[in-house]
C-alpha cells in the first residue's frame, strides 16, 4: 500500500463511530477495560498486575440482523485480515550469546525484483510461483 495512502483511526474508551454498508448503519464503541491477572504464583490471590483489555461492540437495527452476521462483519475481518498480512513486519530471531533469542523487525528496501540473480533462474521460481498458486505442482 502506498504510504501516503495509509489512515490510522483511534477511539477512546467508550467513544463510538458510524459505519454504513450496503445502506444499513453500524455503530462501533471502544470499550477499554483493566483486567487482574489473578496469577502471583504464590497462593495468594492476585500479584496487583493489570492487563488492559481492548474490544469493540457494534450495534445495529434487528433488521440488519441476516446482513450483519453474514455480509457485514465477514466483510470487516476479511478486511483486517488483509491489512494484517499486508502490515506484517519481516523478522529475524537474533541471540546475544545466549539462550534466548529475541525477535527484530528485518527492514530492508530489497525486492525479489532487485535481487541479483541469473535471470533464467530468476524466470524458474517465478513460472514456478504461478504453477503453484494454480494449483499445478
Same mark, same amino acid.
Request: glycine share 4%; hydrophobic share 35%; aromatic share 4%.
Given at each position: 500500500m502506498d504510504e501516503d495512502l495509509k489512515m490510522t483511526v483511534a477511539l477512546a474508551d467508550g467513544e463510538e463511530m458510524a459505519d454504513v454498508y450496503d445502506g444499513a448503519e453500524f455503530r462501533w464503541c471502544h470499550i477499554y477495560r483493566r483486567v487482574p491477572t489473578g496469577d502471583s504464583g504464590d497462593g495468594g490471590g492476585g500479584n496487583g498486575k493489570q492487563l488492559e483489555a481492548h474490544s469493540f461492540e457494534v450495534t445495529f437495527h434487528k433488521k440488519h440482523k441476516e446482513k450483519a452476521l453474514n455480509e457485514y462483519l465477514p466483510f470487516i475481518v476479511a478486511t483486517?485480515?488483509?491489512? @494484517? /498480512? /499486508? !502490515? @506484517?513486519?519481516? =523478522?529475524? +530471531?537474533?541471540?546475544?550469546? $545466549? &539462550?534466548?533469542? $529475541? *525477535?527484530? %523487525?528485518? +527492514?530492508? *528496501? $530489497?525486492?525479489?525484483?532487485?535481487?541479483?540473480? &541469473? *535471470?533464467? #533462474?530468476? /524466470? $524458474?521460481?517465478? %513460472? &514456478? =510461483?504461478? @504453477? =503453484? !498458486?494454480?494449483? #499445478? #505442482?
Open positions: 483486517a485480515k488483509a491489512m @494484517r /498480512q /499486508q !502490515e @506484517r513486519a519481516l =523478522q529475524i +530471531h537474533m541471540n546475544e550469546g $545466549s &539462550d534466548v533469542w $529475541s *525477535p527484530m %523487525d528485518l +527492514h530492508h *528496501p $530489497s525486492t525479489f525484483d532487485t535481487l541479483a540473480m &541469473d *535471470p533464467k #533462474l530468476k /524466470q $524458474s521460481i517465478v %513460472d &514456478d =510461483q504461478v @504453477r =503453484q !498458486e494454480k494449483g #499445478l #505442482l
